[in-house]
Structures are given as C-alpha cells and as structure tokens.
C-alpha cells in the first residue's frame, strides 16, 4: 500500500508499496510546532475543527495542548462544547474550536 507523506505547502509524495493503492496522508513530523502549525492552518482554511477531527484528520495526538500553544501565542480560539461520533459509531462530548481573528502571524 502506498501512504502519501504530507510536504510543507500541502503537497504530499507518495511513499512505497504495492502498485495503484493509497492510503492516507502521514504527517512526518510530531513536534509541537509542526502540530501547531497543521492546526492553525485547519482552522484557518475551515470553519472549525473538534477534537476527534483533528486527531484522525490532521494527527494531532492532544489536541487541548495544541489549542493552549495557539491562544498563548495571542491567537483567539474560542471553543464550545459539540458531539461527534467515531468510526466505531460511538458519540462522545468533544470540544469545537472556532478561530476568531483569521489574521496573519505563525505558529
């Protein structure tokens, strides 16, 4: 099976494995400020992101520390309590995080 790797601007190149199969993208890096980056970038190009999505989507193992990182760095998230289900078909009581100011400033 071939996973795609997840380059800086978006890209993403293909790793080995059988002929023709792709499976998700793997994020390279699981340092903090490369997930704090993934994060802020999420948010800015969605509405918002909860923490099972940010966990399965952008691998982000804490999503709650990431969040913290931003706001300490003065970005302005808010967040609200949401629902959501997991692929075992299981709902739980997640946290949505909304960001408020879609303004310039890194990570």
């Not at 380059?7 to 997930?35: D, F, K, M, T």
């Not at 520390?65 to 959501?84: E, K, N, V």
Request: glycine residues 12%.
């Amino acid at each position: 099976m071939k996973y795609r790797y997840a380059q800086p601007g978006g890209r993403s190149r293909a790793g080995a494995g059988a002929a023709g199969e792709v499976g998700p993208v793997y994020y390279r890096s699981s340092r903090a400020s490369s997930q704090r980056a993934r994060l802020l970038e999420c948010l800015r190009k969605n509405d918002s992101i909860n923490t099972i999505e940010a966990r399965s989507w952008i691998y982000i193992l804490h999503p709650p520390a990431r969040i913290l990182d931003l706001r300490q760095r003065g970005f302005d998230i808010a967040t609200i309590p949401d629902l959501s289900q997991t692929g075992d078909g299981v709902v739980h009581r997640v946290a949505r995080h909304f960001l408020l100011v879609a303004g310039g400033g890194d990570a």
